[in-house]
Nanobody, 128 residues
């Protein structure tokens, strides 16, 4: 069974850091595009960052560029999202999603693209 499970969310003060994890099972992340998306209260879903491990391509939205770092550990079959210098506007439920696609990571993260597999999300709350 294909599954992705997020963890690592929590309550943190502005300026702090968190590392989110997306543990994959039932497939090898190297063959997939893995993305992090977030939905803040009252806002549309935003593609935050995506990665394709097989070629190392990554995408970051302008709102997180320079503060978020996506990485993958093929041995652990896990994708991480390191979040630094957190801001209150980063407060959201963060979802991990996976899809076996040859579309670019930019397209997968920014278009209204329906990735196949989604986790249940992890809540990040940033206090000011």
């Amino acid at each position: 069974e294909v599954q992705v499970v997020e963890s690592g969310g929590g309550l943190v003060q502005a300026g702090g850091s968190l590392r989110l994890s997306c543990a994959a099972s039932g497939f090898t992340i190297d063959d997939y595009v893995i993305g992090w998306f977030r939905r803040a209260p009252g806002k549309e879903r935003e593609g935050v960052s995506c990665i394709r491990s097989s070629d190392g391509s990554t995408y970051y939205s302008d709102s997180v560029k320079g503060r978020f770092t996506i990485s993958s550990d093929n041995a652990e079959n896990t994708v991480y999202l390191q979040i630094d210098n957190l801001k209150p506007e980063d407060t959201a439920v963060y979802y991990c999603a996976a899809d076996k696609t040859w579309y670019s990571v930019d397209y997968v993260c920014t278009a209204d693209y329906g990735l196949d597999w989604w986790g249940k999300g992890t809540l990040v709350t940033v206090s000011s």
